[in-house]
């Protein structure tokens, strides 16, 4: 399934105005179970760096990310880096027309030729890691690139059904990953071999948020890679299945899953 054409269509369809731009931020944040989680891991490690930090959003894609935490933490120092220069530009040109422009810059960069040592007090990565096939170096490059006690966070498909994935002979969801996701000791271990002295390791999408994320995105994608004419039909579709999965995605952040489909991971160098 080609995900990547779906994306840049939705982006260039928002870029139009700047209203149009945080509408899409809102409706990324209510939408995608993973941004709840990521919030939430961004609020618990907040108060324990400093106000006035350094922050990495390694393949900001959008810069949803980006523009939630130069909301919540107007201290923070953001750089932006993603392989795509459309989207680099996009987020470049929005955040400049926005009183944000201050917080927040983009650059296009390859994540496996990441430069700097000892800049950042935290990097947030936000499926990513599932696209990169040398991920240890781009482990050893934030690894690198972090403050002593600096802090990373993933979000990524796990092994147990990442990327719509239940068995060997199965392909992934989305053509563009080059894994279907990781298992908790295998990306524990290369964490640990990348120079991180600690990595705490959760599944995300536990039923709750599997059957949200059919409903939100599997169904969506299916049908819009059959037609683009289903975009028409995308308010319609969520006036419906949305309040479903608004409620299913509360229960998946606020339980604690002995398995699930994603893994978020807080690792501390």
Known sequence: MQYEPIKRSLGRFFRRSPFLKKIFYLLLDLLLLRSWHVRKAI????????PDSSVLDAG??????????SSLFPGWKIKGIDINSEWVAECN???SSTW??????FETGDLTQLAGTDAYDLIITVDV?????????????????????????????????????HGHDEDSFIDEHVRDGYGKDEITNKLKRAGFSSADVRYTYGKAGSIS???????????????????ILLPFYYLIFFPVSFILNIIDVSSIHESGTGLLVTARK
């Open 93 to 95: 040109e929005f955040f």
């Open 43 to 50: 609020r618990s490690i907040s108060p324990h760096i400093p």
């Open 213 to 231: 994320w059919v409903l939100s995105m599997k169904y969506p994608v299916k049908m819009i890679n059959r037609s683009r004419l289903f975009f």
């Open 60 to 69: 900001s894609g959008f810069g949803q990310y980006s523009w939630r935490m």
């Open 100 to 105: 944000r422009s201050a917080r927040a810059i």
């Open 129 to 165: 890691m599932e696209h990169i096939e040398d991920d240890e170096k781009v482990f050893s490059n934030f690894c690198r690139a972090l403050k002593k006690d600096g802090v990373l966070v993933i979000s990524t498909p796990s092994d147990k059904g990442g990327s719509d994935v």
